[in-house]
C-alpha cells in the first residue's frame, strides 16, 4: 500500500506555513484541524525581519504587509512611559525589510490564501498514530485510516501529536500570566512599545486602521481563575499604575469577552520526532513571547522543513534532518526569553531600579546588532 503523502496536524501558523510552502513546491500535502470552523483567533502579533523573509519566500509578504502595519521602531519604558531602550526597525529596512504588526487572524488568512487548494478537514484531530519504517499509521477523529509517508504535528502548545508519540507534555509555566486584547484607539502609528512595571508589564503595537493590539503580563500563581463577573474592574485596577496611553486603552474595552487571558507556558525540548512522525513550531518548543519570536521559529521550521523535503532529503531522515538544522538555534531563542521575562518581572523597588538603570546604560544600538544577528543567521 502507498502511502499518501503528506499529513498535517494544525491550521496555525506552523501547520498553514508548512502547507503553503509543499504546495508551492508541487507537493501534494492535507491539513487536519481541530477547531470546528475557521474563525478569527488570538489578539496580536509581531513579526520581525527573520519572520518577514519566510513570507517573502512564499510571496506573501506584500499581503501581511497590506493586512498590517510597519513598525518604525520599539521602544521600552518605565511605567510611565519613560523610555529605557529603543530600537530602531526603520534602520534595518533596507536591508532585511520591514517589522510588521498585525491580527493573528489576517496572518492566518495570508497563509490560507497562498495555497486554498490544500485539502482541510475542520473538526478533526488524530486519535491513533503508529509510526513504522516506511509510513505512519494514523486514525482520524472522523473515522478515517491513512498511511502517511510523514506525519507533521503542528497543532500547539497542548500537542495531541506530541502526547501521542511521547507521552508527556513536557509544559512548564514562566510564573506569570497575560491578558490579550484589540482596541481601537489613535496611536503612534509606528511605533510599538512595552512598560515594564513591578511585576507587572503592559505592551502597545499598532496593527492598522487605528487598532491597537495590546497584552499585559503579571506574576500570578499558575491557573488563577478570571471569571466574567467584575473581569475588567479586577483588569483595570491590576493596571491601574501604568501611565501614558494605558489609561484610555483601560476604558477602551467594553466587554470581558475583549480579553483573553492564559498562562505564559513553554515547551522544554525533548524529542521532536519518532521515525516518519515530527513536531514543529509550538508543538516541538512553544517559547514565552519576550522576544517576539514564537511565531518567527514556527515559521522557519516551516521554511527548512518544505526545503528538505523539496530538496529531495529522503523521508526517514527529514525529521532528523530539521532537528540538527533548528534545535540550537530554537533553544537559544527560547532561553533569551525565558531570561527577558525574568528581568521584566521583577518586582523588588530596589530591583527594579537597578533595571532600568541598566537598560538606559546599554546603547540602542546593541539592540539593533541582535536583531542583525537573528537576520543573518542561518536557519
Known sequence: MTPDGILIVGGGIAGLATAAGLSRAGIPCEIVERAEAWAPVGAGIVLGVNA???LRSLAADAAAIAGGTRLGR???TDHDGRPLATTDFAALEPEFGPTIGLHRAALHDVLRNVAPEVPVSLGTTVDALEPHEKYVEVRLSDGRE?????LIGADGLRSRIRQLLFGDERIRYSGYTCWRMVVSSPVDSVAMREMWGRGHRFG?????DETVYCFAVANAPRGREDPPEERLERFRERFSGF????????????AP???IHND????????????????????AHAMTPNMGQGAAMALEDAMVLVELIRDGVPDAEVPARLHARRATRVRWVQDQSRRIGRIGQLEGTLACRLRNT????????????????MAEADV
Not at 243 to 254: F, K, N, Y
Not at 358 to 373: F, G, K, Q, T
Open 257 to 259: 469577552g475583549d480579553l
Open 52 to 54: 518577514m523573509k519566510v
Open 74 to 76: 520599539g521602544s521600552i
Open 243 to 254: 501611565g501614558g496611553q494605558v489609561p484610555d486603552l483601560l476604558r477602551a474595552l467594553a
Open 264 to 283: 505564559l507556558e513553554e515547551v522544554r525540548q525533548g524529542p521532536w520526532h519518532d521515525g516518519r512522525a515530527l513536531l514543529i513550531g509550538d508543538a
Open 146 to 150: 491513512g498511511r502517511y509517508r510523514l
Open 358 to 373: 541598566v537598560l538606559r546604560l546599554v546603547p540602542d544600538a546593541l539592540n539593533a546588532r541582535a536583531l542583525r544577528r
Open 204 to 208: 502597545v503595537v499598532p496593527i492598522g
